[in-house]
């Protein structure tokens, strides 16, 4: 009997250890706080537009107003998610959220709760975004008005589970490579938007079958559902110059002088074209300079 309640008691510490590796909360700092100054809103404007936020964030009305609603289906190999509302109602979206929230939600995939975002949402690629950057684009979003629009509840497997997340970004972290270090700040800037920012390896990235990108296959062009992603990589961005890759990213223009279609042609018309001749500059580099030799 002794040696049973020995057995057990090691196994319950175990299990407590191994509990609290996958569920502890991320240490968020008390102090952070959201600027409701015109600069910061300025920023954290463009960052929403740089981050391509629209593009899966849009209202199925076509509102204007209603720009960052939510609702747009997202389907996957492990069902189909909805992206919810991100206008500052207090009911239906995040105008209850404070600082720690966004940092927690964009950097660790984490509700205000404490429970699991989906990796439908890129948590993964933001959680290389400065503090800064985040608390920018909190700064922006809580000055948009508030839309009351609860987007639909994921439509999942019987299998998946919130709390299986917690498992999944574990697994994940063992094939995340460390963060890359440039001296070049061009070549930082791009890797910092096509990474972080601009989430480019999302789409672009394959997948194995848990759904953990493939990242020595970085930009190898991938399958959402049943849309075939083409690749940006070194091979398929052979012929390409940093010029006609900037073009690309400001008019869709392609080198053989056909232009993007799909999904593909909203994310330049409300993300790449939209970027500063600078930050344009700095991801043409990254995959025209860096990436391809890289690869």
Same mark, same amino acid.
């Given at each position: 009997?002794?040696?049973?309640?020995i057995?057990?008691?090691?196994a #319950?510490f175990?299990?407590g250890l191994?509990a609290?590796?996958l569920?502890?909360p991320p240490? /968020?700092?008390?102090?952070?706080?959201?600027?409701? &100054?015109?600069?910061?809103?300025?920023?954290g404007e463009?960052?929403?537009?740089?981050?391509?936020c /629209? &593009?899966?964030?849009?209202g199925?009305?076509? @509102?204007t &107003?209603?720009a960052l609603? +939510?609702?747009?289906?997202?389907e996957?190999?492990?069902?189909?998610? *909805?992206?919810?509302?991100?206008?500052p109602?207090?009911?239906?979206g995040?105008g209850n959220?404070?600082a720690?929230d966004?940092?927690?939600a964009?950097?660790?995939?984490?509700?205000?709760?404490?429970n699991f975002? *989906?990796?439908a949402?890129?948590y993964?690629? *933001?959680?290389?975004?400065?503090?800064?950057d985040v608390?920018?684009?909190?700064? *922006?979003?809580?000055?948009?008005?508030?839309?009351?629009?609860a987007a639909?509840?994921? @439509?999942?497997?019987?299998?998946?589970f919130?709390?299986?997340? =917690?498992?999944w970004?574990k697994?994940?972290? #063992?094939?995340?490579?460390?963060?890359e270090?440039?001296?070049?700040?061009?070549?930082a800037?791009?890797?910092y938007?096509?990474?972080?920012l601009?989430?480019c390896?999302e789409?672009?990235?394959p997948?194995n079958d848990?759904?953990?990108?493939d990242?020595?296959?970085?930009?190898?062009?991938?399958? /959402? +559902?049943?849309?075939?992603?083409?690749?940006?990589d =070194?091979?398929a961005l052979?012929?390409?110059?940093?010029?006609?890759?900037?073009?690309f #990213?400001?008019?869709? #223009?392609k080198?053989?002088?056909?232009?993007?279609?799909?999904?593909?042609?909203?994310?330049?018309?409300?993300?790449?074209? @939209?970027l500063?001749?600078?930050?344009?500059?700095?991801?043409?580099a990254?995959?025209?300079r860096?990436?391809?030799?890289?690869?």
């Amino acid at each position: 009997m002794r040696r049973r309640n020995i057995v057990l008691a090691t196994a #319950l510490f175990a299990g407590g250890l191994i509990a609290l590796w996958l569920f502890i909360p991320p240490n /968020i700092s008390s102090s952070a706080q959201v600027s409701n &100054s015109a600069e910061a809103i300025a920023r954290g404007e463009y960052l929403i537009t740089a981050g391509g936020c /629209i &593009s899966c964030h849009r209202g199925q009305t076509g @509102k204007t &107003s209603e720009a960052l609603s +939510g609702g747009l289906a997202l389907e996957t190999d492990f069902g189909i998610f *909805y992206a919810p509302n991100i206008t500052p109602d207090d009911q239906t979206g995040i105008g209850n959220w404070q600082a720690a929230d966004f940092i927690a939600a964009l950097k660790h995939g984490r509700t205000p709760s404490g429970n699991f975002y *989906y990796p439908a949402f890129p948590y993964r690629a *933001y959680a290389g975004l400065s503090d800064e950057d985040v608390l920018d684009m909190a700064a *922006y979003l809580l000055s948009l008005e508030p839309v009351g629009y609860a987007a639909p509840q994921p @439509k999942l497997p019987v299998w998946l589970f919130r709390w299986t997340v =917690a498992g999944w970004n574990k697994m994940a972290d #063992l094939s995340q490579p460390s963060q890359e270090q440039f001296e070049d700040e061009m070549l930082a800037r791009g890797a910092y938007l096509a990474r972080n920012l601009g989430h480019c390896g999302e789409c672009h990235t394959p997948r194995n079958d848990m759904g953990i990108p493939d990242f020595t296959r970085e930009y190898a062009g991938a399958e /959402i +559902g049943e849309e075939v992603i083409e690749a940006i990589d =070194a091979e398929a961005l052979e012929e390409w110059t940093t010029n006609n890759f900037d073009i690309f #990213l400001l008019l869709g #223009l392609k080198p053989e002088g056909e232009f993007v279609g799909g999904d593909m042609n909203e994310v330049i018309e409300h993300n790449t074209s @939209k970027l500063t001749d600078e930050d344009r500059d700095a991801l043409a580099a990254f995959f025209t300079r860096h990436h391809a030799v890289e690869d």
